[in-house]
Each structure stands twice: as C-alpha cells, then as structure tokens.
T-cell receptor, first 113, second 113 residues
Framework: DTAVSQTPKYLVTQMGNDKSIKCEQNLGHDTMYWYKQDSKKFLKIMFSYNNKELIINETVPNRFSPKSPDKAHLNLHINSLELGDSAVYFC????????????FGPGTRLTVT | LAKTTQPISMDSYEGQEVNITCSHNNIATNDYITWYQQFPSQGPRFIIQGYKTKVTNEVASLFIPADRKSSTLSLPRVSLSDTAVYYCLVGDEMGGGADGLTFGKGTHLIIQP
C-alpha cells in the first residue's frame, strides 16, 4: 500500500487554466504539507495543515488554495496558472508538525505552456 | 530562523565512508537536526534525526558537537545507489512555523565506481 499518494503524476496545461492536485495519506498522520520544487531543485514549503486546520501558509500567491476535507486528504487547487507555476509539487505527511519525520508522495510534475 | 549551510556537491567512490557537514550557527535550544535523501524524480526520504552527540541507525550516523552549531551525516561504505541529494533541516517539533521545513538546496552526492 502506498503511504502518501498523489494524482496526477504529470499535469500539462495552458496558462490561465485552473487545475487541482490530490493527495492522500493512509498513515494516520495529523499533519500534511505541500512543497514546491522548482527547476533549480530548491524545495520550498507552501502549506501545512494539522487536523484539517491551516498551520503554515508561506508566501504563496492566493491563486493557490489548499483544501483538506479530512485528515487523510490535502488537495491543492491552482487558479489562473502561470508559466512560473511549472514545477514538481510534493505532498507530505507527518505524525506531528515541525521537525517530525515526514513521508513524501511521489510528486506531481506540473508543466504550464 | 535557523538557516543551514551545506556544500553544493561532493564526490566519492564506492566502499568509502562519506561525511557531509551542515552548518547551523543560529540553532535554537529546542531545535532538532534532521537529514533527508532525495533521488531524482522522487520525494525526499527521511534518513536520521538527532539533538546532540551521536545517533546511529541502519543507514547512517549523525554526529553533533557540544555547541550544536554544525552536524555531520556519515554514510558508511557508500555504493552507487547512494548518489542523491542530501538535505539538512533544523527546527523544533512544535511546528509553529516553517523553520523545520526549510530544505534549502542540499548536497548533491555523486558516488563513482
């Protein structure tokens, strides 16, 4: 069984479109995250949710809106996609926040044309 | 914000011991030190975590001096499959902010035959 899964694995879309990436974890963790890894491989935290509540919201454009319907799911919706949004997006989960061991999903490679 | 500094890249050979050092001069009393490994096209994977002195598990050791301003990840007898990017993170377990979730650029370790 996959611990942290993301769909889709690849996403190619045009500028201006709206898209969503789904994430699910079956580890029973309380905290989930979204990270962005750009072409320079710099991995940056975007959001963190604990028990469906937003804990961390780094300097991310408000076109990005995370939604957590329950503890096991944290989806990422992106409005009005821009070229600069092209990156690999990773979902992760952990038992607690902060420095707790995180389990990462396989990533979603988003390409905006 | 406890920033970390790591070498951009390192080279070694199969069978050697590899030590990757991370500097974190502004580490706080409650901060832990965590290392992750990332292979191409995969999410990061937790390796080891420590607070002080030495921690060892089945894949690595983590050495932390008394002042905790640096730490060294030690990989014994590396193989080609250890070629990856290694990230050092510093943060506390309270999870109140993104401090412990700043991955930086990591160290690209290349193992040659």
């Amino acid at each position: 069984d996959t611990a942290v899964s993301q769909t889709p694995k690849y996403l190619v879309t045009q500028m201006g479109n709206d898209k969503s990436i789904k994430c699910e974890q079956n580890l029973g963790h309380d905290t989930m995250y979204w990270y962005k890894q750009d072409s320079k491989k710099f991995l940056k935290i975007m959001f963190s949710y604990n028990n469906k509540e937003l804990i961390i919201n780094e300097t991310v454009p408000n076109r990005f809106s995370p939604k957590s319907p329950d503890k096991a799911h944290l989806n990422l919706h992106i409005n009005s996609l821009e070229l600069g949004d092209s990156a690999v997006y990773f979902c992760a989960s952990s038992h607690g926040g902060g420095s707790y061991e995180q389990y990462f999903g396989p990533g979603t490679r988003l390409t905006v044309t | 914000l406890a920033k970390t500094t790591q070498p951009i890249s390192m080279d070694s050979y199969e069978g050697q011991e590899v030590n990757i050092t991370c500097s974190h001069n502004n580490i706080a009393t409650n901060d832990y030190i965590t290392w992750y490994q990332q292979f191409p096209s995969q999410g990061p994977r937790f390796i080891i975590q420590g607070y002080k002195t030495k921690v060892t598990n089945e894949v690595a050791s983590l050495f932390i001096p008394a002042d905790r301003k640096s730490s060294t990840l030690s990989l014994p007898r590396v193989s080609l499959s250890d070629t990856a990017v290694y990230y050092c993170l510093v943060g506390d377990e309270m999870g109140g902010g993104a401090d412990g979730l700043t991955f930086g650029k990591g160290t690209h370790l290349i193992i040659q035959p």
